[in-house]
T-cell receptor
């Protein structure tokens, strides 16, 4: 069955450092991969989308890589700030264009001042 | 980004009663909306895909008679949890897709259901 793995342990880093979160998947060939941010008790907020034919995408302090051979995506936040503290979810979408996404369980990031 | 409003944000009900959750796309038309539930520290689990003007498509293992979904207009989808039980207590989140090409989903703020 399809499986998405994100590090379930919280990631603690110091302000100003780069945070790197990992998303691995098996038994799936996604057409695209998305990253969302979720704060406690709130709905997820879209951050970035990267397609299967793209290696890297950037948006301000965010960078996403997508390696379809390794079946892995890395999500980087450079110059991290305490306000970046949240849970980050990766989600995979298929080629059928139904819009359905499969979500990982998320990794909680804590940026300490 | 587009705005999806979900109401109520919190609801407490007695076991055996029904609860309706509304999901509205405020500034775009959503021909498709998705309903998820999320347990603490777990992933979002897709329950069903709601299509405007037609029946919802439910994921395997989701009881369609228990979780009634109605998508009567391009801006409103509702989820009714019928005969709620304590195990239905969860965080329910809806999302809408504004643009088929982008794949980006816009989520509501979620509804915390507690069944006593």
């Amino acid at each position: 069955s399809q499986k998405i793995e994100q590090n379930s342990e919280a990631l603690n880093i110091q302000e100003g450092k780069t945070a790197t979160l990992t998303c691995n998947y098996t038994n799936y060939s996604p057409a695209y991969l998305q990253w969302y941010r979720q704060d406690p008790g709130r709905g997820p907020v879209f951050l970035l989308l990267i397609r299967e034919n793209e290696k890297e995408k950037r948006k301000e302090r965010l960078k996403v890589t997508f390696d379809t051979t390794l079946k892995q995506s890395l999500f980087h936040i450079t110059a991290s700030q305490p306000a970046d503290s949240a849970t980050y979810l990766c989600a995979l979408g298929g080629s059928s264009n139904t819009g359905k996404l499969i979500f990982g369980q998320g990794t909680t990031l804590q940026v300490k001042p | 980004g587009a705005v999806v409003s979900q109401h109520p944000s919190r609801v407490i009900c007695k076991s055996g009663t029904s609860v309706k959750i509304e999901c509205r796309s405020l500034d775009f038309q959503a021909t498709t909306m998705f309903w998820y539930r999320q347990f603490p520290k777990q992933s979002l689990m897709l329950m069903a895909t709601s299509n405007e003007g037609s029946k919802a498509t439910y994921e395997q293992g989701v009881e369609k008679d228990k979780f009634l979904i109605n998508h009567a207009s391009l801006t409103l989808s509702t989820l009714t949890v019928t005969s709620a039980h304590p195990e239905d207590s969860s965080f329910y989140i809806c999302s809408g897709r504004r643009d088929r090409a982008s794949g980006e989903l816009f989520f509501g703020e979620g509804s915390r259901l507690t069944v006593l």
